[in-house]
């Protein structure tokens, strides 16, 4: 199969779909083609990749146009739909709840779109699971430091001081993204309260940290509170492939004390805060609304790219490489695990929560399939 890796176009996005030693691994049986320096940000030369095996490429056009399987990072944006055809395969982040314009171009152009964030394997997401590592220990930093007066915040050091009380920090839910926040915000100092929905998930979580946290059951009356108090609350919920729930209104975000900062790491599928109204960049990461400070960045990962693309290709490979050896339509049929990737389909919408959130039909991805054949 013919697998390109274009470079990633999204604002500060360092990260690329393939190392070198995801190339070694592919170009053995198949033929790899990479954007010229699309490695480059995250420590990889073309020379690195030539030696494992690729080919160097001048353009993304080249890319896309010879490949039959297409691997990046982040969701294609509007200048990359051009290259959208039947017959194609993507493989990367898509997060299509969020991105009604994208589910379209892809469902008009009967692309065969497979989204890292579905794929899923006894109930967990093992292609989402390392970037949420990095977003949730991310979060924790990144809150610490926009709580500095110089970057907006009401000026708190979030462990205190001997003589001083330390910061309160909230984080609403308690999966990947919410256990690693709080491990960092515990080694931070903080005063850290984890709410989730699921008790047994909460069980799990006081096991993990015993009284270094206080886990809290979501409703809306524990979430206000918690809010209130906080200095910090990170977003971390997560239905798969569904938009995000408002866990927190406008009234909750106006009770919380000027200066305080908010972290919405579920931007990406449209974010837990109601007064999160826009994703915001790497470049311009922050804004402030009822006097506190809103973060919204949906591409966290990109900012540590040396850490992120390593952790990342290291669980898409094994699947790039099912697909390309066995040719994507008999791969999905014989793995669920990437069955629940397939988010459009000849045409379809073929995950139930994105066609629910955007209002299409949905049809099961055998379904789909059987209504033609992919190419691959
Ligand atoms: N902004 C960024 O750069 C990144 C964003 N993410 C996003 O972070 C979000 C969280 O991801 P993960 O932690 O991996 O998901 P996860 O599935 O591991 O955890 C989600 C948690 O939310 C809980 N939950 C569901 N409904 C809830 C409710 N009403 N109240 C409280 N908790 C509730 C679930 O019980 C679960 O424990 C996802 O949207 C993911 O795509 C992940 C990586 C990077
Ligand atoms: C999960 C995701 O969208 C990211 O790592 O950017």
Redesign the pocket.
Known sequence: MRIGIPKEIKNNENRVAITPAGVVALASKHEVFIEKNAGMGSGFTNEAYMAAGATIVETAADVWETAEMIMKVKEPLPSEYMYFRKGLILFT?L?LAAEPELAQALKDSSVLAIAY?TVSVNN??PL??P??E???RMAAQIGAQFLEKPKGGKGILLSGVPGVKRGKVTI????????NAAKLAVGLGADVTL????PD?LRQLDDIFGNQITTLI?NPFN?AQAVAESDLVI??????GAK??K?VSEEMVKAMSPGSVIV??????GGIFETVDHITTHDNPTYVKHGVVHY???????AVPQTSTIALTNVTVPYALQIANKGAVSAILENSALAKGVNTANGEITFEAVARDLGYTYVPVKDALQNDSVSA
Not at 172 to 179: A, D, E, L, R, Y
Not at 195 to 198: C, R, T, V, Y
């Open positions: 982040y997060h964030e967990s997401l989402l699971t970037m949420s990095v977003a949730g609403i839910g308690g999966g990947v993204v919410g256990t709410i989730d929905l699921n998930r979501s979430v977003g971390a919920v997560l239905i798969p995000a729930p866990l919405d790491v579920a931007i990406d599928q919204a960045v949906a591409n966290m990962p990109g």
